[in-house]
């Protein structure tokens, strides 16, 4: 089949750390029903004292016009998605993660692409802030969304103050911008979720500390959830602590 009209998706990846995960989630990339030709993986590595490099290695030898790495020796995660998009050729930008994972036999690109390529800004998120949604919709924030290049070049990119967060600060900077974000059921991410109620209380807590430096940029986002369990003493260190 003829893929030339297809769009070139650029897979955006920070990695510090990720041995346990790196090479399922590769794997979920490559297995994807969508041309390799018009895939990227584009691997911002940062400073791993695990196996992660070396895993990845052996898949930048084993794909070489798909697998492309860059040094991001900050850890910083919105600087390794930037240093990626620097060097992104595709028209699209699917921001990933090391925890994630696509189903098999699902058409994550191919159907969420063209839509993308043709209109707005999409992608699925399985969280439980859209798991009521059962039909296409706007939205203000997807988590491991599809974005076109160009949209997010013009926005600025993802700020690197969002060490955690940075993609739904970006969501926003993108609807201020005039640009629009589409939910659809019709494809899915999956992600890793923390092992332990400890683990994913720490979780929670970044992400607090996180959406604190959210609502000091942009005031207008505070929710009453914001305080609510570890997310909630997360967001309030954030608030009141100048130095994160």
Known sequence: ??????????????????????????????NIDYPNEKKEILLALGKSS???????????????????????????????????????????????????????KQNFVAETASMVFSSFIGGKNVF????????????????????????VIEVGMFDPEFWCGQDAELDLRLIQKGYKILFTPETRVYHYKRSTLKALFKQMYRYGVARAKMCKKHPKTLKPFHLIGGYGLGFIRGLFNRKL
């Open 1 to 30: 089949m003829d893929s030339s009209h297809k769009p070139k998706v650029s897979f955006l990846i920070p990695v510090l750390n990720e041995e346990k995960t790196i090479a399922k989630s590769l794997d979920s990339i490559l």
């Open 50 to 104: 695990d196996n992660t490099d070396v895993i990845i290695e052996k898949y930048k030898s084993k794909y070489p016009t798909i697998v492309r790495t860059f040094e991001n020796h900050s850890g910083n995660t919105s600087i390794g998605r930037n240093i990626c998009i620097d060097n992104a050729t595709g028209v699209n930008l699917a921001s990933v993660g090391c925890a994630n994972i696509s189903p098999e």
């Open 128 to 151: 439980v802030q859209n798991a009521e949604f059962s039909e296409e919709r706007f939205t203000d924030h997807i988590s491991f969304a599809l974005y076109k290049k160009n949209p």
